[in-house]
């Protein structure tokens, strides 16, 4: 069954009543951007450039980076999307250097907040994106985005990594986008000036259900609350979705659950077009998107999440 699924690779992913969806590939490793074209993928979602900087001494230099980044970006050409995500450290992934001494790590200096505390290992890294650019269509994301004048300062250092490079005579691609990733409850539900200053966004489950329960994803004593489809973590996402379309910027889901075909029909319920997910994951969720009937779908999803009640899984997927 895993080969007809394989066969239908290069057919598009459109459900019965003709919308298109992305399906995206999650990555962690340059490497695997060939299994991502393999499995069909039509862009990379989620590059997790963390475990670049990842169990080793020293930081990888700005070449070494490009060399990385540009990897990912040729393999998938000009027409594919790419999203590479910056350096999210702190929590659960630590780098080597760094004993980990944050009370709170998942509430500390993580990711961004890392990133623009250390704005010389930033900028090499967005210096490194840049020059990389050229070779395909680069997507920024940046993780954990909470206030909007994170957004502002990354805007600040990426128009200085620009000016710096053009001034030493590099080429930049000409459209770069930024995005956030949408993983705190606070973005999710005041998401409106966010989707001003970004031209994309990219819902991290994984995280925004963590945080929305107050449940540590990593804490197996906890594991029993961690409810992807509690009805506020499917308002926050729904929020969204529904602001994005407003404002006319794309949403993904780059979560786990966007891989997980139990919530396939919840998400494209919820409005959801574009999904990013492990490479191996997207035939079997094309499958189910190539037979489902959005419309019906969103009926069905709307009626409970209006009314606040905890979704009935079986039903949505009947
Ligand atoms: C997420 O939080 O859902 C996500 C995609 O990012 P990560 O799992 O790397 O934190
Ligand atoms: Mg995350």
Redesign the pocket.
């Known amino acids: 069954e895993r080969e007809f699924l394989l066969l239908q690779k290069d057919e598009p992913a459109v459900t019965v009543d003709g919308v298109h969806i992305e399906l995206e590939a ?1 990555i962690e490793l340059p490497e695997e951007a060939d299994a991502a074209l393999e499995m069909g993928a039509t862009g990379i979602g ?1 590059y ?1 450039s963390e475990f670049l900087f990842m169990n080793r001494e020293t930081l990888p230099s700005e070449q070494e980076q490009y060399e990385a980044y540009s990897h990912v970006l040729k393999t998938m050409g000009m027409d594919k999307p790419v999203t590479i995500r910056t350096l ?1 450290i702190g929590s ?1 992934k630590t780098l080597h250097n760094e004993a980990t001494v944050a009370v709170n790590p998942a509430l500390g200096l993580r990711a961004v907040r890392y990133c623009l505390a250390h704005p010389e290992m930033f900028l090499t890294q967005l210096r490194a994106l840049l020059r990389a650019s050229v070779h395909g269509r680069l997507r920024i994301l940046i ?1 954990m985005i909470s206030h909007l004048h994170e957004v502002y300062e990354v805007k600040r250092y990426l128009t200085q990594a620009q000016n710096e490079l053009m001034s030493e005579g590099y080429a930049i691609g000409e459209k770069v986008e930024l995005g956030a ?1 949408v ?1 705190i409850p606070a973005i999710a539900i005041a998401i409106e000036p966010f989707l001003k200053e970004l031209d994309f966004v990219s819902i ?5 259900i963590q945080y929305t329960l107050a449940v540590d994803r990593v804490d197996d004593e906890v594991v029993s609350l961690y409810d992807s489809v509690h009805p506020a973590v499917l308002r926050l996402i729904h929020n969204t979705i529904q602001a994005g379309d407003r404002a006319g910027k794309p949403v993904c889901v ?3 659950m966007a891989g997980d075909t139990n919530y396939t029909k919840l998400l494209l319920g919820l409005g959801l077009k574009s999904f990013s997910m492990h490479p191996a994951h997207i035939p079997e969720v094309k499958q189910i998107v190539r037979h489902a009937h959005t419309n019906v779908l969103r009926t069905r999803v709307a009626r409970t999440l209006n009314h606040g009640e905890i979704i009935d899984l079986d039903a949505v997927n009947a």
């Open positions: 999650n989620l997790r999210d659960d993780p990733m993983e991290g489950t994984n995280d925004l780059c979560g786990e």
